[in-house]
């Protein structure tokens, strides 16, 4: 017998793991059913997500503390999932990181789950902080990471700011994302960001050849 059959209201005693994440999973879909039928974030009470997921409203407070907490899951589950660093080079995860970035555009533009849920998270602020604590904070902690690992081996000069250098990376992907809609995320875009910053920000590693510096003298004469 189901919890709605069994009309208490209550989740009944489970049998382990596997019928915790059956519930976990069914509140977390009953949710996202209510965000597709364009119900908007102020009126999805746990109550009436108890209703929709079948469950007891204890079910669900037993696994988040209120709503914010579980429409920040919600969208962590319909997004893609984190990226596993490859670890060799501090181009290559960042690669690895922008790509990322880019799948997440592509998700947002055809979810509308994600689209719907990203626009009315800003007009709540506990919701955007939950948000932005939980998902936002760790992946630029992540790419901070990268880029002090770079810098430490060589691959970043020194005299960079991390948290600016972070924001140059990542701008340009999140700008097609979310400010131009109408712009491209195509494939190999997170390499061709990389690669044209690396240009400028890796070290210097002698001086510049007679040839280059004859070059800078005569275009400062023009």
Not at 45 to 50: F, K, L, P
Not at 94 to 123: P, Y
Not at 174 to 187: F, I, W
Request: glycine content about 8%; charged content about 30%; proline content about 6%.
């Amino acid at each position: 017998m189901s919890l709605a059959e069994s009309g208490t209201g209550v989740e009944q005693p489970g049998r382990g793991r596997p019928r915790s994440e059956a519930v976990e999973r069914a509140i977390i879909e009953g949710t996202m059913k209510l965000l597709e039928e364009g119900v908007p974030l102020g009126e999805v009470s746990i109550e009436r997500i108890a209703r929709t997921a079948g469950v007891g409203k204890a079910a669900i407070y037993r696994r988040w503390s209120g709503k914010e907490e579980l429409f920040v899951d919600v969208v962590r589950a319909a997004e893609p999932e984190d990226p596993e660093l490859p670890g060799t080079s501090m181009r290559d995860d960042l690669v690895v990181l922008l790509e990322s970035l880019r799948q997440r555009g592509l998700a947002n533009r055809a979810s509308a789950i994600l689209h719907t849920v990203h626009a009315q998270m800003k007009t709540s602020p506990r919701i955007w902080a939950a948000y932005h604590n939980t998902v936002i904070a760790p992946r630029r902690r992540l790419g901070l990471d990268v880029l002090r690992r770079g810098q430490e081996n060589g691959e970043l000069r020194a005299d960079v700011d991390l948290e600016l250098v972070n924001d140059l990376f990542t701008g340009p992907m999140l700008v097609r994302s979310l400010l131009r809609p109408d712009a491209d995320l195509t494939e190999g875009l997170a390499e061709q960001i990389v690669d044209t910053l690396l240009a400028g920000l890796r070290p210097v590693s002698s001086p510049a050849s007679p040839p280059e510096c004859a070059r800078f003298v005569t275009d400062r004469s023009l």
